[in-house]
């Protein structure tokens, strides 16, 4: 069965801090996708990146980062110089690329991220 | 409309009572997903549809929940003879996912957030 960990509840950090969000996952498939969705107080999941299980390059979006490690079967979150408006609940999610449920997320528990001024 | 649609945003019912819950995906959108989103459960898959058919809804808690997508667009999710347990956000998805293609990214909507007193 496919799982997702974040073991960060909570961060607080200050503005302009960086900041890491954990993320690690479990699957039995070889090929699968991870994802990483932000939820603001405003309630619908922002999408932010996708990535297959073939392409372990780290991607940098502005001041957002991923660190993908099949080795250790963790997908990191990287917010560089943190503002306010970083403040949400982040999710990782992961689905599986065979089988016959290959469009279902099956999410971590998220990450609440307070950036304050 | 851009982005994917739900209504009503909020909806406090008393425990007994049917209600149901709309989602209007993106236009041109061919699959759709409702998942919930609770304090002690996280965000859970509920049910897929592509195009109006259901080839997924084992994420459905009990007999007493259903869900029907028309028209290729708008789904209802029907939750009968509300009990307080189903008190969450439920929230609907929707992406241009192909039958059999995977790792397409889903667009969400800022959900339902359903009070059962």
């Known amino acids: 069965a496919q799982k997702v960990t974040q073991a960060q509840t909570e961060i607080s950090v200050v503005e302009k801090e960086d900041v890491t969000l954990d993320c690690v996952y479990e699957t039995r498939d070889t090929t699968y996708y991870l994802f990483w969705y932000k939820q603001p107080p405003s309630g619908e999941l922002v999408f932010l990146i996708r990535?297959?299980?073939?392409?372990?390059q780290n991607e940098i979006s502005g001041r957002y980062s991923w660190n993908f490690q099949k080795s250790t079967s963790s997908f990191n979150f990287t917010i560089t110089a943190s503002q306010v408006v970083d403040s949400a609940v982040y999710f990782c999610a992961l689905s599986e690329g065979s089988g016959g449920s290959n469009y279902k997320l099956t999410f971590g528990k998220g990450t609440l991220l307070t950036v304050n001024p | 409309g851009a982005g994917v649609s739900q209504s009503p945003s909020n909806k406090v019912t008393e425990k007994g009572k049917d209600v149901e819950l709309r989602c209007d995906p993106i236009s041109g959108h061919t699959a759709l997903y409702w998942y919930r989103q609770s304090l002690g459960q996280g965000l859970e898959f509920l049910i897929y549809?592509?195009?109006?058919?259901?080839?997924?809804k084992s994420g459905l808690p009990s007999d007493r929940f259903s869900a029907e997508r028309t028209g290729g667009s708008v789904s209802t999710l029907t939750i009968q003879r509300t009990q307080q347990e189903d008190s969450a956000v439920y929230l609907c998805?929707?992406?241009?996912?192909?039958?059999?293609?995977?790792?397409?990214?889903?667009?969400f909507g800022q959900g339902t957030r359903l009070t059962v007193v």
């Open positions: 549809f592509q195009g109006n058919s259901a080839p997924d």
């Open positions: 998805a929707s992406s241009r996912r192909a039958q059999g293609e995977w790792g397409t990214e889903a667009f």
């Open positions: 990535r297959n299980s073939f392409d372990e």
